[in-house]
């Protein structure tokens, strides 16, 4: 989708640090980390919100979930523990309207999340 900061980076006009990529996802570092570990995995397709998110695509969004315990796993969190997060609109802290779940760990994280 033009003007989308998540479509560009899949398509690499726009640089980052890439974890994981396959047909489906990839998944990059945070700029603003805001943990030691803080990745990003997006859906290749554009989706914008978890709102928009399809029954057809309920396979691809398991799919985010399992890349996500993957990184926390090769970043040595799967025992201490780690948060993934989807942020849906204004309200909710969504400031990117592509799909991506957080995946956080290397720190002690509240709970509630501010
Ligand atoms: P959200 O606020 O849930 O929409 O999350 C968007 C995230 O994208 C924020 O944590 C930003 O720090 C991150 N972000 C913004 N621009 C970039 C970029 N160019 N590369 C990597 N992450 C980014
Ligand atoms: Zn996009």
Redesign the pocket.
Known sequence: MADC?FCK?RDGE?P?KLIHQDDRALA?????A?APL?A?VIPRRHIATLNDAAVEDEALIGHLARVAAEIARDAGYAESGYRTVF?VNRGG????FHL?L?VLGGRALEWPPG
């Open positions: 900061l980076i726009i980052a990059f570092h945070d700029l603003h805001q803080h990003l942020n802290g969504q400031t990117v991506h957080h």
